[in-house]
Nanobody, 121 residues
Framework: QVQLVESGGGLVQAGGSLRLSCVASESIVSINAMGWHRQAPGKQRELVARISRSGSTYYANYADSVKGRFSISRDNAKNAVYLQMNSLKPEDTVVYYC????????????WGQGTQVTVSS
């Protein structure tokens, strides 16, 4: 059972930046994809960004709502995944979750507990 722990959330003004981190309790080398999701109250969970096992940012996927503003990266040596969030907007205010997809089938097997991001206008 892989445990994922997120950090880096907080309060920031609109236009500001935050960097979220997700550290796994064991090696993520064998995990095919890692993703960041977010979920607002009463809404479906949204995949924000996803990165493959190689860590290639060229092939990373992003939700349309964050393209050009957010950037996902992965450091397998540190068992970590990051989400750099720039030009933050009030509508980015939600809880962000890190998740691991072992089989690369968009079924996420492990989830973190989430970190709150609040963007003030």
């Amino acid at each position: 059972q892989v445990q994922l722990v997120e950090s880096g959330g907080g309060l920031v003004q609109a236009g500001g930046s935050l960097r979220l981190s997700c550290v796994a309790s064991e090696s993520i080398v064998s995990i095919n994809a890692m993703g960041w999701h977010r979920q607002a109250p009463g809404k479906q969970r949204e995949l924000v960004a996803r990165i493959s096992r190689s860590g290639s940012t060229y092939y990373a996927n992003y939700a349309d709502s964050v393209k050009g503003r957010f950037s996902i990266s992965r450091d397998n040596a540190k068992n970590a995944v990051y989400l750099q969030m720039n030009s933050l907007k009030p509508e980015d205010t939600v809880v962000y979750y890190c998740a691991a997809d072992r089989q690369n089938d968009y079924h996420y097997d492990y989830w973190g507990q989430g970190t709150q991001v609040t963007v003030s206008s």
